[in-house]
């Protein structure tokens, strides 16, 4: 395993490259995060003023949506931006390797660990590498696992063990369990499987794992397609809403503020257009920071719930956007959540390295990546978080993090990840599908 003090360590020649590519760039933008608009564009502008970025439906792609409606694409000469809805991450990774020249796209709203899979060749067809690089973190913690209606007297928490008993009883009389997330290796699938572990459940034996799209979750659990999932907003809200189901624990409430999407782009894309890149970056984070306003936040909710984007009742968004969460099934109301999405306050935007290094080591635990993987070289190539420290200047952005690790991380039932020390994490874990 990979000591993650040598990810920090030595110059980038990438990097040079770069900032010799955006020099010119750089000094023509304003360095406050609201410039007049079009002032990328008057200088040294970018190669090229168009990118083909994918969405699926869900609120942490809220800042795609905002830099295109406000404007904040534009701003920085960015100026032919399509910005499409992906009907499944499948699809996402599809139009990924396909490319803008080949009828797919050039980036994505992506789920972290992603770009990994798609560059190691992982989950593309015929196992073929895809090299992508990851500009940025698009938001923090804001997923949730919901269960459906028949568990409602269990009233289930970040506690898995009251679910084992349940799930083995439905087993003894014949039936079948399932868990679903959006792909396998992502996110989703590493929260859902993370519970289930912590309470004994082992996802590899003791329940069917199946990949449904996020917009399908809510329709599938209606007819019983399976026990318990794990998705973003609106979906675990909407389940809710329509006495399907209810919501077990928000995903913070597992690791407070974990890392979740991200924004990437094609390598080949980074590489020919650093400057365009760049401004699809600075455009993304204004975006973002415009997200995490409080006074935004019913106007954001107003925006997802265009059809365009996410397609779904405003009432099913806008609460959990604000950070009060009625779970259902009786459960407490919480307002003011500390486990609510954020979109820039805690450095939600800056992609760590060492979060990039949790979800390779979790991904060799359920065995998507090969334990004998070269984690530092693959993190150096693709987490591009010198270019976000790069953008983050241009826009006179404070607080920027010192490291790129956050440190020693603590989960919900006390297992530790320390960055330097991955192998002893794993090792502290009992059910594991890696030997």
Same mark, same amino acid.
């Given at each position: 395993?990979?000591?993650?003090?040598?990810?920090?360590?030595?110059?980038?020649?990438?990097?040079?490259?770069?900032?010799?590519?955006?020099?010119?760039?750089?000094? *023509?933008?304003?360095?406050?995060?609201?410039?007049? @608009?079009?002032?990328?564009?008057?200088?040294?502008?970018?190669?090229?003023?168009? @990118?083909?970025?994918?969405?699926?439906?869900?609120?942490?792609?809220?800042?795609?949506?905002?830099?295109?409606?406000?404007?904040?694409?534009?701003?920085?000469?960015?100026?032919?931006?399509?910005?499409?809805?992906?009907?499944?991450?499948?699809?996402?990774?599809?139009?990924?390797?396909?490319?803008?020249?080949?009828?797919?796209?050039?980036?994505?709203?992506?789920?972290?660990? %992603?770009?990994?899979?798609?560059?190691?060749?992982?989950?593309?067809?015929?196992?073929?590498?895809?090299?992508? %690089? !990851?500009?940025?973190?698009?938001?923090?913690?804001?997923?949730?696992?919901?269960?459906?209606?028949?568990?409602?007297?269990?009233?289930?928490?970040?506690?898995?063990?009251?679910?084992? @008993?349940?799930?083995?009883?439905?087993?003894?009389?014949?039936?079948?369990?399932?868990?679903?997330?959006?792909?396998?290796?992502?996110?989703?699938?590493?929260?859902?499987?993370?519970?289930?572990?912590?309470?004994?459940?082992?996802?590899?034996?003791?329940?069917?794992?199946?990949?449904?799209?996020?917009?399908? *979750?809510?329709?599938? *659990?209606?007819?019983?397609?399976?026990?318990?999932?794990?998705?973003?907003?609106?979906?675990?809200?909407?389940?809710?809403?329509?006495?399907?189901?209810?919501?077990?624990?928000?995903?913070?409430?597992?690791?407070?503020?974990?890392?979740?999407?991200?924004?990437?782009? $094609?390598?080949?894309?980074?590489?020919?257009?650093?400057?365009?890149?760049?401004?699809?970056?600075?455009?993304? %984070?204004?975006?973002?920071?415009?997200?995490?306003?409080?006074?935004?936040?019913?106007?954001?909710?107003? !925006?997802?719930?265009?059809?365009?984007?996410?397609?779904?009742?405003?009432?099913? !968004?806008?609460?959990? %956007?604000?950070?009060?969460?009625?779970?259902?099934?009786?459960?407490?109301?919480?307002?003011?959540?500390?486990?609510? *999405? $954020?979109?820039?306050?805690?450095?939600?935007?800056?992609?760590?390295?060492?979060?990039?290094?949790?979800?390779?080591?979790?991904?060799?635990?359920?065995?998507?990546?090969?334990?004998?993987?070269?984690?530092?070289?693959?993190?150096?190539?693709?987490?591009?978080?010198?270019?976000?420290?790069?953008?983050?200047?241009?826009?006179?952005?404070?607080?920027?993090?010192?490291?790129?690790?956050?440190?020693?991380?603590?989960?919900?039932?006390?297992?530790?990840?320390?960055?330097?020390?991955?192998?002893?994490?794993?090792?502290?874990?009992?059910?594991?599908?890696?030997?």
């Amino acid at each position: 395993m990979t000591d993650f003090r040598t990810l920090l360590s030595g110059a980038s020649t990438r990097r040079q490259v770069l900032r010799a590519g955006t020099s010119a760039a750089a000094t *023509m933008i304003a360095a406050k995060t609201f410039a007049p @608009a079009g002032a990328f564009a008057q200088g040294a502008g970018p190669e090229t003023t168009k @990118a083909k970025l994918g969405f699926i439906a869900l609120t942490d792609a809220g800042p795609l949506f905002v830099a295109k409606e406000k404007g904040f694409f534009d701003k920085y000469g960015m100026t032919e931006v399509e910005i499409a809805k992906q009907s499944s991450w499948g699809t996402t990774r599809d139009n990924l390797v396909l490319g803008s020249a080949g009828g797919g796209i050039d980036g994505a709203h992506i789920l972290s660990p %992603m770009p990994y899979l798609i560059t190691t060749g992982a989950v593309t067809q015929n196992k073929q590498p895809t090299p992508m %690089m !990851i500009l940025g973190r698009l938001n923090v913690a804001g997923q949730c696992i919901s269960v459906g209606q028949e568990y409602a007297d269990l009233k289930l928490g970040v506690d898995s063990k009251p679910f084992k @008993a349940a799930l083995e009883a439905k087993k003894a009389g014949g039936k079948e369990v399932k868990a679903a997330m959006t792909f396998p290796g992502g996110t989703h699938d590493l929260w859902i499987r993370y519970w289930l572990a912590a309470g004994g459940v082992d996802p590899n034996k003791d329940i069917q794992t199946i990949v449904v799209p996020p917009a399908q *979750m809510v329709a599938n *659990m209606k007819v019983g397609t399976m026990d318990t999932f794990c998705v973003c907003e609106p979906w675990n809200e909407q389940l809710k809403n329509q006495k399907i189901g209810y919501t077990a624990l928000t995903t913070g409430e597992l690791w407070d503020k974990h890392p979740e999407k991200a924004f990437a782009m $094609r390598a080949d894309y980074v590489e020919t257009n650093p400057k365009s890149a760049k401004a699809l970056l600075m455009a993304v %984070m204004e975006a973002q920071q415009w997200c995490e306003k409080p006074e935004n936040k019913q106007e954001l909710a107003t !925006i997802c719930a265009k059809r365009n984007w996410i397609g779904a009742p405003v009432s099913d !968004i806008d609460e959990r %956007m604000k950070g009060n969460f009625d779970y259902g099934a009786g459960k407490p109301l919480v307002e003011n959540s500390p486990f609510r *999405m $954020r979109y820039w306050d805690d450095n939600a935007g800056y992609p760590y390295k060492s979060h990039d290094l949790w979800f390779i080591t979790e991904d060799q635990r359920w065995g998507y990546l090969p334990a004998d993987l070269d984690a530092k070289a693959l993190i150096d190539k693709v987490n591009r978080e010198d270019l976000w420290r790069d953008a983050a200047k241009d826009l006179g952005v404070s607080g920027v993090p010192a490291s790129a690790s956050r440190g020693v991380e603590k989960f919900f039932d006390g297992k530790v990840f320390d960055p330097e020390k991955p192998a002893d994490y794993l090792a502290s874990l009992d059910i594991k599908r890696m030997a």
